[in-house]
């Protein structure tokens, strides 16, 4: 199942797979603030890109929630990978803001370094415990706000592990388009 739409000159496409097999030039990662292995989204990046993903890490000082940092992809398909470190959903207004940066730092981080695709995980829905419904509609509009203003990335691909995250995900695109 695969959901593209087009914003601007820009590709935004919601598909069911695993981060780590994405073929866009970079990959998101739902990192922890020292920006090592741990579990999830994190723990499964690092594992398939080797260890020197955790070795270039321990370089970067680390990395503060909403902020986004760059390393090598290694054994990845992806040539890099953006780490970005989401919130700990708490129900606070300060959540709603952070999960924003993760995807508007990450995606000017992507500009930056002339990176013309991007695949993203559902940032902080795992352990974190983001409300899917909450971050797609947080996800998807701060995506698509930036796509209409930098033209220089050509595809956003949200790589949602589970049918049910991407249905959430697709309701809530539907749901911004209408709007």
């Known amino acids: ?16 797979g695993d981060i780590t097999t ?9 990192a922890n603030r020292r920006l090592s292995p741990g579990g999830g989204v994190s723990g ?3 594992r398939a890109a080797g260890p020197q993903l955790w070795e270039e890490s321990k370089t970067l000082g680390g990395c503060y929630t909403g902020e986004a940092k760059l390393t090598k992809g290694y054994n ?4 890099y990978v953006i780490h970005t470190v989401g919130p ?16 508007k730092n990450s995606l000017l ?9 991007i695949s993203f995980p559902s940032i902080s829905t795992g352990v974190f415990g983001y409300p899917v419904k909450e971050a797609s509609m947080i996800a998807l509009k701060t995506i698509i ?5 930098h033209t220089e990335i050509e595809l956003v691909r949200m790589a949602l592990f589970s049918e049910g995250d991407y249905n959430i995900y697709k309701s809530s695109l539907e749901k911004i388009l209408k709007d």
Do not use: P, W
């Not at 994405?22 to 739902?30: G, K, L, M, R, S």
């Not at 300060?94 to 999960?99: F, H, M």
């Open 44 to 46: 499964a990046i690092h």
């Open 88 to 103: 700990v959903y708490s129900g606070s207004a300060d959540d709603s803001e952070d999960l924003k940066n993760c995807y």
């Open 109 to 117: 981080l992507a500009s930056r370094k002339n990176i013309k695709s």
């Open 1 to 16: 199942m695969t959901i593209k739409h087009e914003i601007e000159n820009s590709i935004l496409e919601l598909i069911i």
């Open 76 to 79: 990845l398909k992806a040539k």
């Open 22 to 30: 994405q073929d866009t030039e970079a990959i998101a990662n739902a």
């Open 145 to 149: 706000d930036f796509l209409k203003e």
